[in-house]
Antibody, heavy 122, light 111 residues
Framework: EVQLVESGGVVVQPGGSLRLSCAAS????????MHWVRQAPGKGLEWVSL????????YYADSVKGRFTISRDNSKNSLYLQMNSLRAEDTALYYC???????????????WGQGTLVTVSS | QSALTQPASVSGSPGQSITISCTGT?????????VSWYQQHPGKAPKLMIY???NRPSGVSNRFSGSKSGNTASLTISGLQAEDEADYYC???????????FGGGTKLTVL
């Protein structure tokens, strides 16, 4: 059974930093690209970032480019999101999501975690 | 403002069919077949219902179908059931920013 478990969400002040983690199990982690997707309270979904199966390629939404860094440790079946220079508008539930494509990304999320809440507030 | 446009709400009675539209541009929906649809119940994570415009993942009911014409993709749910009441989001690859864009979401109410 595929499982994705996010952690690291807390209340942080504007301008602060935070690292989210996602522990994956139930599939061959290093065969798949992975994503972060966020959802502000009461709002819709927003794609945040993508990392290739080997970590060699990364992509970001314009809203987080230059502030967030996605990474992965295939030896630990783990995905990360380093978030710097946080703003109030980054407040959201952050989901870790598995790509449906083997090796190559098909930009489709077939499994999602339950999310971890990040609140940016003074 | 979301990159893809969906109606805010749709409704239907049990047993009826409904269609949710998702309108983009030639840089996303119209230019690529990477259109997906997700169902989200309150307080739950999204669930993939359709990918690559019209493909259903294993385990998703065949009452759900997807299509595309020009810059508009559509999700059709036939034989509406109470458990279909949820928010639905479309997504697409976009060449504008080399990433993924979502629609604003559509709340489906089963009357």
């Amino acid at each position: 059974e595929v499982q994705l478990v996010e952690s690291g969400g807390v209340v942080v002040q504007p301008g602060g930093s935070l690292r989210l983690s996602c522990a994956a199990s139930g599939f061959t982690f290093d065969d798949y690209a992975m994503h972060w997707v966020r959802q502000a309270p009461g709002k819709g979904l927003e794609w945040v970032s993508l990392i290739s199966w080997d970590g060699g390629s990364t992509y970001y939404a314009d809203s987080v480019k230059g502030r967030f860094t996605i990474s992965r440790d295939n030896s630990k079946n783990s995905l990360y999101l380093q978030m710097n220079s946080l703003r109030a508008e980054d407040t959201a539930l952050y989901y870790c999501a598995k790509d449906i494509g083997v090796v190559g990304s098909l930009l489709t999320f077939d499994y999602w975690g339950q999310g971890t809440l990040v609140t940016v507030s003074s | 403002q979301s990159a893809l446009t969906q109606p805010a709400s749709v409704s239907g009675s049990p047993g009826q069919s409904i269609t949710i539209s998702c309108t983009g541009t030639s840089s996303d929906v119209g230019g690529y077949n990477y259109v997906s649809w997700y169902q989200q119940h309150p307080g739950k994570a999204p669930k993939l219902m359709i990918y690559d415009v019209s493909n259903r993942p294993s385990g998703v009911s065949n009452r759900f179908s997807g299509s595309k014409s020009g810059n508009t993709a559509s999700l059709t749910i036939s034989g509406l059931q109470a458990e279909d009441e949820a928010d639905y989001y479309c997504s697409s690859y976009t060449s504008s920013s080399t990433g993924v864009v979502f629609g604003g979401g559509t709340k489906l109410t089963v009357l």
